[in-house]
């Protein structure tokens, strides 16, 4: 089973890029964020002619996530991330999937930092922190995947010195994903790739993605279940190439026996 997480950076303004993505590399489920689309804009007659159902949560100009499945639906379990029911921004979308628990999420930025941007951050963070933990106590198959908004080393920043006073790579921040992950989840990618250097992110100024000038973002974190399956992750960077395209790249991972 292949799942694949991409930040699609407006799903109307990119869809010849997505279709064209999931066409050439047909993963299993892909998880969307940043759709930046109302509920009833969601291109869903589109997205069902390349083969896949789909669940979402979209809202109007901003954020907004969903789900990808091939042949076959996702089954909605909720569309918003537990802790705070004043919070109004579509950033999180769960779901079972082939007997799989995947949570797509698309964590706050924070920037300017100080600030209250950066408190929310925080304090989602913490709500998926507390959410993450119930899932793992369920003792079922889960993957947390998305656009996390934190590099969480070094090794996942491109000159990490230009970026110590940034909400993706203070340390509170990185302390705030070492914490989740600690809680039993497994960092996929750097599990298979521990020493190099992969990034999910270029962005659109300074030529970044030609001079490989990126940052990891983007991660799937894999529950004790799923962690023995994982046979292979890797970056569709070549799509980061793509004439308008996101300035993230798909990231992948194949689990076996699902």
């Given at each position: 089973?292949?799942i694949?997480?991409y930040?699609?950076?407006g799903v ?16 299993d489920v892909a ?7 109302p509920?009833?804009?969601?291109p869903?007659e589109?997205?069902?002619e390349?083969?896949?159902h789909?669940i ?6 901003w ?11 996702p ?21 079972s999937v082939?007997?799989?628990i995947?949570?797509?999420?698309y964590l ?5 930092a100080p600030?209250p941007?950066?408190d929310?951050?925080?304090q989602?963070f913490?709500?998926?922190t507390?959410?993450a933990?119930?899932?793992l ?9 998305g656009?996390?908004n934190v590099?969480p080393t070094e ?5 990490p010195?230009n970026w110590?006073t940034d ?9 705030a994903f070492?914490?989740?992950v600690n809680?039993g989840w497994?960092?996929a990618v750097?599990?298979?790739y521990p020493e190099?250097?992969i990034y ?5 100024f ?6 490989n000038a ?6 799937f ?8 399956h ?6 569709d960077?070549?799509?980061?190439g793509?004439?308008k ?13 699902y």
């Amino acid at each position: 089973m292949k799942i694949a997480t991409y930040n699609v950076n407006g799903v109307n303004g990119r869809l010849p890029v997505l279709l064209r993505w999931l066409k050439e590399t047909a993963p299993d489920v892909a998880c969307l964020q940043e759709l930046k689309a109302p509920q009833e804009k969601f291109p869903e007659e589109a997205i069902k002619e390349a083969g896949y159902h789909a669940i979402w949560h979209g809202q109007k100009s901003w954020n907004g996530v969903a789900i990808l499945a091939r042949n076959e639906h996702p089954h909605e379990i909720r569309n918003v991330l537990p802790g705070d029911p004043d919070d109004l921004h579509s950033r999180y979308i769960e779901a079972s999937v082939n007997g799989i628990i995947i949570g797509c999420l698309y964590l706050p930025n924070g920037n300017p930092a100080p600030g209250p941007k950066l408190d929310y951050k925080m304090q989602w963070f913490q709500r998926l922190t507390t959410h993450a933990a119930q899932l793992l106590k369920d003792d079922k198959p889960v993957l947390l995947t998305g656009d996390f908004n934190v590099m969480p080393t070094e090794l996942d920043v491109y000159k990490p010195e230009n970026w110590l006073t940034d909400a993706l790579f203070l340390p509170e921040v990185r302390e705030a994903f070492k914490n989740l992950v600690n809680q039993g989840w497994t960092d996929a990618v750097r599990k298979l790739y521990p020493e190099e250097r992969i990034y999910t992110f270029f962005d659109y100024f300074r030529e970044a993605y030609k001079r490989n000038a990126g940052l990891r973002i983007d991660h799937f974190l894999l529950s004790p279940h799923l962690n023995m399956h994982l046979t292979a992750a890797g970056v569709d960077r070549n799509v980061r190439g793509w004439e308008k395209t996101s300035d993230h790249a798909p990231v992948w991972i194949e689990l076996s026996g699902y």
